[in-house]
């Protein structure tokens, strides 16, 4: 019914930016929250940005300052604008978003992840 999926990871060297953005799809009335989590090798994955859907945004501490959550509400995406980026932000990075359906039910929808590599 309803599809999240993430595009913009790649490798780039630590200083370096990426943007990365998550495009929701299907049967949706509207979108609440949306927001990026990530889940780095033999951790468990954790919160890094979430907006609402009026704009208001909350950022974990680790990427306050360099990084930036948005959306465009009429395409159904949100973005996040990575700079600054460190080896440890090496991740897969997960979209979520909490969904109205067309039916006018609600569900939580997570995508299927996009890699980001710091690394000289």
């Known amino acids: 019914q309803v599809q999240l999926v993430e595009s913009g990871g790649g490798l780039v060297q630590p200083g370096g930016s990426l943007r990365l953005s998550c495009a929701a799809s299907?049967?949706?009335?509207?979108?609440?929250?949306m927001g990026w989590y990530r889940q780095a090798p033999g951790k468990e994955r954790e919160l890094v940005a979430a907006?609402?859907?009026?704009?208001?945004?909350d950022y974990t501490d680790f990427v306050k300052g360099r990084f930036t959550i948005s959306r465009d509400n009429a395409k159904n995406t949100v973005y996040l604008q990575m700079n600054s980026l460190k080896s440890e932000d090496t991740a897969v990075y997960y979209c979520?978003?909490?969904?109205?359906?067309?039916?006018?039910?609600?569900?939580?929808?997570w995508g299927k992840g996009t890699l980001v590599t710091v690394s000289s």
């Open positions: 979520n978003a909490d969904i109205v359906l067309s039916s006018l039910g609600r569900a939580n929808y």
């Open positions: 299907g049967s949706i009335f509207s979108i609440n929250a």
């Open positions: 907006i609402t859907s009026g704009g208001s945004t």
